[in-house]
């Protein structure tokens, strides 16, 4: 893999434009995708699940099956993003989301609801169209800079999202309302994306194809890539584990209660409501000081954050540490994609992301289904003990195999 050059890393004269577009787009998709988080699992028993070992399983397979189909095709979007332009996918994914989403909405039984998420999968990959489109827009001395707001709006809209979407489910009633309304914030995502992001994209004129196979090669032989990737895997395993068992978890402590959708919205969104604070303080600090030494401190925070969450003995203290949590949790990403695009040229950055993200999705798909298989057969509070292990298997990793720089 060639070298990243200052020429190609200048960024486009639109770049704040587009950052400030995208950051629009991120919170109103993150909003869309969390909107039904505190909800599948309370849904499930509508369409047919009957026991609490199949809810657990049903919930972590659910959740896995839209990263895995993402994890498979992820490689060939990136291609295509590098080839026609990274605006098209990202409209591409949001479109897709919406559609996928609604037609959950109408599913009738649990197999309905997996094929509408693995469609969802196949032709979704937001995050990563969203990254690729931002690295290559953005100078690379503000790359740390741009991920992290880009994180914040992602996460401000992870805040509201579970909050609105519990909400509107024990107002109305109704479980499946919130897929119909997730699906219309992705059609405006859509509509924001389309109206008002800037793209500065030349079409490669006979640019070689590159393999999958051949890019992973390229990767291999970066300095310190395949940590970050592994990375990736390690850290959205054990932080996707729990998602979808935290409402489960919530009804555990507190028992059946009217408001039981709204609790478990809260305690997701807590963490999302942490992070809009501190992501831009720990992704300016990789800037500065080293996107390394601000990696090891996100890491370390969210694995010391997740442990007693394990030992939960009211609802207000799960709060409370689903909070700690989210000081650290949300700035793995962006500081480790920020790494990786600094060590990759901008031209083939949609290739690049198209690969690691799979990494990413792979830790997505195994996470919810780890989970899901653990609560069923050890218990809930497992799911997080397992979960701080392999944070700090991530730390001990990026300690010892993560070269560091520091500045741009």
Same mark, same amino acid.
């Given at each position: ?5 200052? &020429?190609?890393?200048?960024? !486009? ?5 587009? *950052? ?11 909003? !869309? ?5 505190? $909800?599948?699992?309370?849904? #499930?028993? /509508? ?9 657990? #399983? ?9 990263? *895995? ?31 996928? +989403?609604?037609?959950?909405? #109408? ?33 690379? !001395? ?13 996460? $401000? ?19 499946? *309302?919130?897929?119909? @309304? ?16 800037? &793209?500065?994209? +030349?079409?490669? &004129?006979?640019?070689?194809? +590159? ?22 895997? =390690? ?17 555990? $402590? ?7 959708? +709204? ?33 090891? $401190? ?5 694995? =010391? ?15 409370? /540490?689903?909070?700690?949590?989210? =000081? ?19 031209? /083939? ?50 300690? @010892? ?8």
């Amino acid at each position: 893999m060639t070298q990243p050059t200052a &020429e190609a890393d200048d960024g !486009s004269p639109h770049w704040q434009r587009t *950052l400030m577009a995208m950051v629009a787009v991120q919170l109103v998709m993150s909003l !869309s995708f969390t909107f039904v988080s505190p $909800i599948l699992p309370l849904f #499930l028993p /509508e369409v047919g699940v009957a026991n609490d070992r199949q809810l657990y #399983l049903w919930t972590g397979a659910l959740a896995a099956i839209t990263s *895995l189909m993402a994890a498979l095709v992820s490689p060939m979007w990136g291609r295509m993003a590098d080839r026609h332009g990274r605006k098209l996918m990202v409209l591409r994914s949001c479109f897709a989301i919406a559609i996928c +989403t609604a037609l959950m909405g #109408l599913a009738q039984n649990v197999w309905h609801l997996l094929g509408a998420r693995t469609l969802m999968g196949a032709f979704a990959g937001f995050s990563a169209a969203s990254v690729i489109l931002i690295s290559t827009q953005v100078p690379r !001395s503000k790359l740390g800079y741009a991920l992290g707001l880009m994180s914040s709006g992602q996460l $401000i809209g992870s805040l509201l999202g579970p909050v609105f979407g519990g909400a509107l489910a024990d107002l109305t009633q109704s479980y499946r *309302l919130p897929f119909f @309304a997730s699906g219309a914030l992705s059609v405006a995502a859509t509509l924001l994306c389309w109206w008002t992001v800037p &793209e500065a994209f +030349t079409k490669p &004129e006979n640019k070689p194809k +590159t393999s999958v196979s051949a890019a992973f090669r390229q990767l291999a032989g970066v300095p310190g890539m395949m940590v970050l990737v592994t990375v990736l895997f =390690l850290s959205q395993f054990a932080i996707q584990a729990v998602q979808p068992i935290v409402a489960l978890y919530v009804q555990n $402590i507190v028992g059946d209660q009217p408001n039981l959708a +709204t609790l478990g919205g809260v305690a997701l969104s807590v963490t999302g409501l942490a992070g809009v604070v501190a992501v831009p303080l720990l992704t300016r600090t990789g800037d500065r000081f080293g996107e390394k030494t601000a990696l090891m $401190i996100a890491i370390a925070g969210a694995a =010391l954050a997740t442990a007693p969450q394990a030992f939960a003995g009211s609802y207000w203290g799960f709060v409370v /540490e689903r909070f700690s949590l989210g =000081l650290f949790v949300g700035s793995i990403v962006p500081i480790t994609n920020a790494l990786i695009a600094k060590v990759t040229p901008a031209s /083939e950055r949609g290739m690049t992301f198209g690969v690691t993200s799979s990494a990413y999705f792979l830790g997505n798909s195994l996470g919810p289904a780890s989970g899901g298989v653990i609560a069923a057969y050890a218990g809930l509070p497992w799911v997080f003990v397992v979960t701080t292990v392999m944070l700090l298997a991530g730390f001990a990793w990026v300690a @010892a195999a993560v070269p560091g720089r520091k500045g741009p």
